[in-house]
């Protein structure tokens, strides 16, 4: 067997293999054999047809078989005494399959690029400094006060304003006769809310409670019920009273409320803590996005389609998935996955030189990721996910690719660690942009 | 009779694979009304090989009847064509 390999480019390799006659006829011996056990021809039993008929009816069969068991083999045995994995589905080229003769074939495919790792110690990045910021607490606060307030009857007798309560009686004339489901009895709207049609809760405005208005305005074109879109109709509000919202203060017993904190000020360095935990999370993800970036800057190499396709596949289910969650398809945000497809190129590109740079780099310093390592990490997901760690853990090994996938994102953590601590950090208050 | 007509089809079963090889004969599906010498005439100038002999038999039709439907199955005529040896027939070519 002649086994040839080529380098088209660095990404692409040819293996052009050569199969002597001696070979390729004991293969033809045996798929032949082999048919003629279970060949069925009319006017002879099962196995019993002789060899010239087979040939004559079977020679497809014989030939598609044939090729399938030797490519099989003789390619599985190319690519590993030549140490290549290739990342594409492989493309063959063969001529037809003469009994008697050589056979020849032919197969492209892609493989991951060689890096030659330059110097990846004491890469520059930048580092967002940590800000607290006092405004978020407060916003946060002002949020979970508005969520704790209650809606009060204003008791004096004035006009009702824009985002107060107005609860309402109103029956609704089309052409001078009431519509179907235009009438609502003690309705509190929220003036401003957009609850109702564009005009409506305007009108409501400065009316005093016990005061009957009439309001006249236009339903949308698009609006949902056919026989009202786009017709001018008449309202008849009555102002039953005014409610507006009732904050509560903003002392010791409202922190109560929400959990163990006595004052207001345990509360508000709870807040503070969070935001500022979520902070040090997202300038931590930002630091090694960088630092990735970085890396990716120093080295120049092709990444193979098949690879960049298959990141793109990965990142439009996740987004589907994300989607769906929320009861969305990309059709109905406006897109689609060709779209996607072309905008996100040069994202899963620099996700793939990422991946593989990480990788070279961790063969490279012998960074590995111990057994003792990859449990500690199921017992986080465990404990993160409120699961069993015995469940997650049988779950894992009865599934090598998901635990592949855990390896492989444990390998470039640590292999970012490592980059990490020999890189120049430098802290700065913003970001420059193009780092 | 037109030759073309008299030849309807090979019988290529176990059975005549046998005489075939053993002693040289090869059989054929034929219209109902040749006879053998017109037989044998078709099978020399189709196939350009030479006939000693021909035998034939008219194979009466099966019954068969489908639920309550009864039908018969058209007789035909087989003829058993022995060639010169030496000469083969290849049906597979014609």
Redesign the interface.
Known sequence: MVINVENVSPIKKKISIEIPTERVSREVEKVYAEIRRNASVKGFRKGKVPQPIIEKYYSDKMEADVLKNLINETYMKALIENKIVPVSQPSFESDALTPGQAFKYSVTFETAPEIELKECTGLQVEKRKLVSDEKVVDGRIQELREGMAQLKVVEEPRPVAMGEFAVIDFKGYLNGVPFERGEMQDYPLQLGSGQFIPGFEEQVVGMSPGETREISVTFPAEYGAHELAGKPVIFQVTLKEIKEKDLPPLDDDFAKQFGPYDTMDQLRARIADVFNKEEEQKIENELRDRLVKALIEKHEFEVPEAMVEKQLTVLIDNMKNNLARQNLTLEKIGSSEEIIRTQARSVAVSQVKGSLLLAAVADKEGINVEDAELEEKIRDIAAQANKDFEVLQSFYQGNPYAKDALVMQLREDKVIDYLLKHAQVTEVDTLSENA | MNIYDVIQKP????K??VEKESKGIVAFQVHRDANKLEIKTAVETLFKVEVTDVNTINVAGKMKRFGRHYGKRSNWKKAYVTLKEGSSVDF?EV
């Open positions: 019988l290529i079963s176990e005549t694979q597979f």
